[in-house]
Structures are given as C-alpha cells and as structure tokens.
C-alpha cells in the first residue's frame, strides 16, 4: 500500500478537533488522549505538533480570534468599533465554553496582538492621544466578557415569592433577550462617552 499523499495529522487539524471537543463536552474534557481519539490515532502522536495543554488552549484561542473582524476601512471609527465589538462578542456566543479560559489567560498570541495593533491604529488615526488608546479597547473588551461569560447562564433559579424582597419586577420579569439588550445599552453608553470624550481632548487641544 503506498503512503498517505498528506500526512494524517496536523497542526491546524488539531486545534479544530480540540475547539471542537471544548465546544461539545466543555473545557474539562479537553485533554490530548480525548483529542487524539477525535482523530482517530493515539495520544503521543499530538506531541509531535504541539507541546502541551497550553499550546493546545492558546491554538483554540487563535482560532476563535481569528473569527472577529475589525474592519478599520469602516467609517467612522465609532461604526468600526462597533461592528468589531459585536463580531467579537458573536465569537464567543459561538463558543461559550471557551470564555473562562479565554478571559483567565494573558493574551499573547499573534493573531490576538495583530488584532490589537490593527484597533490601536484605527484609534490613532481617529486622533486619539497615545495614552488613552489601550483604555478604549479594554473598556470594550471588559464588556464583552463580561457579556460572554453570562450568555449560557440560566435566568433566576427557583425563586419563590417570599424568597423575594419587593422591587424585583424588573429582574423578575425579565425579557427573553434582556442580556442583549443589556449588552447593546452598555455598548452604545461605551461609544458615546468615547466620542464625548475625544471631542473634549481634541477642543483643549485646539484651544
């Protein structure tokens, strides 16, 4: 029989049938033996691609970044911001169970750090001074995981009414999409201090 035209496993490989695993069964279960049996071949094969469990968390990583798009082309900044932070946040509804991990671990990866010099440069040419360029994008990014790690979180357990104190309607009867429109309110609150804000900076400047 001849060789395989392409080798059985790679690199790329890998990180699906991991994010996949962590997608199904939680960040738990991720684990090279339960990847490996995804690809249909034994443990220490992985460790020809990759070296450990952190390699393996921060490849997932990458290829969760890899699916938010940050278009500085968009105009004006506020629209590009905007539109980035709900591509963001739509990558992380796709894999919930990634969040906590993703939220616990320095961001470190190229693909991630492109992504930051890529915002930093559309807030530069916004005319945003230097030292307030990283505050932008973090404020954003705390929203958003903050978001992301409620996103599977079922509402109230089994409250009873005299478990209660009065003036809970608002939580208690909460709207199926009450996390949405909670995320929309801080995100365009977010957005508009930062334009008012940059205003400001640019007015004393020219005063």
């Avoid at 392409?6 to 997608?23: E, F, K, N, S, W």
């Amino acid at each position: 029989m001849g060789r395989p035209s392409r080798p059985l496993l790679t690199r790329g490989g890998i990180m699906q049938a991991a994010l996949a695993l962590v997608d199904e069964e939680g960040a738990a279960a991720l684990s090279t033996t339960r990847i490996a049996a995804r690809l249909g071949v034994k443990g220490p094969s992985l460790y020809n691609y990759v070296s450990s469990r952190d390699e393996i968390i921060a490849g997932i990583s990458d290829l969760i970044v890899a699916e938010m798009d940050l278009n500085p082309a968009v105009r004006p900044w506020t629209a590009a911001l905007h539109a980035w932070a709900h591509s963001y946040r739509a990558a992380l509804a796709r894999h919930p169970n990634m969040v906590p991990l993703l939220a616990s671990r320095p961001t470190r990866s190229d693909v991630a750090l492109q992504g930051y010099a890529c915002a930093f440069a559309m807030l530069r040419e916004a005319g945003w001074p230097e030292e307030h360029v990283l505050p932008v994008v973090q404020s954003i990014e705390y929203l958003l995981i903050g978001s992301a790690l409620h996103l599977d979180r079922p509402h109230e357990a089994a409250w009873t009414d005299e478990a209660l104190p009065s003036g809970l309607e608002p939580l208690r009867n909460a709207p199926p999409d009450f996390r949405e429109r909670a995320f929309e309110t801080g995100l365009a609150a977010l957005i508009r201090s930062f334009q008012e804000t940059l205003n400001d900076l640019q007015a004393r400047q020219d005063g």
